[in-house]
C-alpha cells in the first residue's frame, strides 16, 4: 500500500513536469539551502509488542535547491541535500539516551502551489524523497537497557536506501541581489531503516524516520 502511494505521487509528479513545457510563462531558480532537522523514528512490530521509547535527535542539512514555474501558481521544486536524521532510545532514571546520527546523500522533489504573484509569495508542497546512506554514528552500548527492546542499527544488517513522502510550506521573496526563501517541512520515511530478516528475530519490522525542518536558501533567477 505504500509502495503505491508513492507511485502515484511519482506519476502526478511527472505529468505535472510534461505540462509545464507546454506553459508560456516559465521562471528557474536555483541556489543553497541550510538547515536544521529535528528528527526521531517510530517502531513496531506486526506480531508482537516493541518496548522503545523514542526521543529526538537534531541534525543539520545543506544542499542545492532548484524550483521551476509550470505556470503561475503551480511549479516543481527539486533539491539534492547532506542531512542528517536519526533518533534517541530514552531510558529510565535520567540514565544516558542512545543516540543514532543517520547521514544521508538525499534528493527530495516537490510539486508547489504558489499563492501571491509579486515579489514575495508563500507556497504549500507536497512530494516525495529518495536518500542513501553514507555514515553512522551511535553512541556506546549501555550496559544496561532496563528491561526495554533495544536494537541499534547495524551496517552489515540494515538498509542504506530509503524513500518517503514530505510535505511543507513557506515563502520567498525577490530582491535586487537574489531571492530568499524560507521554509518548514515534514518527511515521513515510507521504507524502514531497520532490516528485521525473519518476522521471528524480534527486530520491528516497522521502523520508520520521521523529521521536521526548518530552512532557508539563497537562489537566482535564470529565466522568465
Known sequence: MNKKVVVILVAVLCSAGA????RSENRTYVGIKAGYNYGTAAFGHALQRINIVEGYNPGIHVGLIGINYMEKNIGLQVELNYTQKGW????????PKFVTD???????MYMNVYIGRK??????????????????????IPTDTQGYDFYPYDSSRDRKFGYGMIAGGGFYRDFS??????????????????????????IPDLSNLITSSVSVA???KLAK
Do not use: C, H, W
Open 177 to 202: 541581489f537574489g531571492t530568499i526563501l524560507i521554509q518548514g517541512a515534514f518527511s515521513y520515511g515510507i521504507s524502514n531503516v531497520l532490516d528485521p530478516v525473519t518476522e521471528d528475530s524480534g
Open 88 to 95: 534517541a532510545q530514552l531510558f529510565d532514571n535520567n540514565a
Open 102 to 108: 543517520l547521514n544521508y546523500i538525499e534528493m527530495p
Open 119 to 140: 515579489k514575495t509569495r508563500m507556497y504549500f508542497n507536497l512530494g516525495i524523497y529518495a536518500e542513501y546512506l553514507i555514515g553512522v554514528k551511535a553512541s556506546a
Open 19 to 22: 505540462v509545464a513545457q507546454d
Open 218 to 220: 539563497y537562489m537566482i
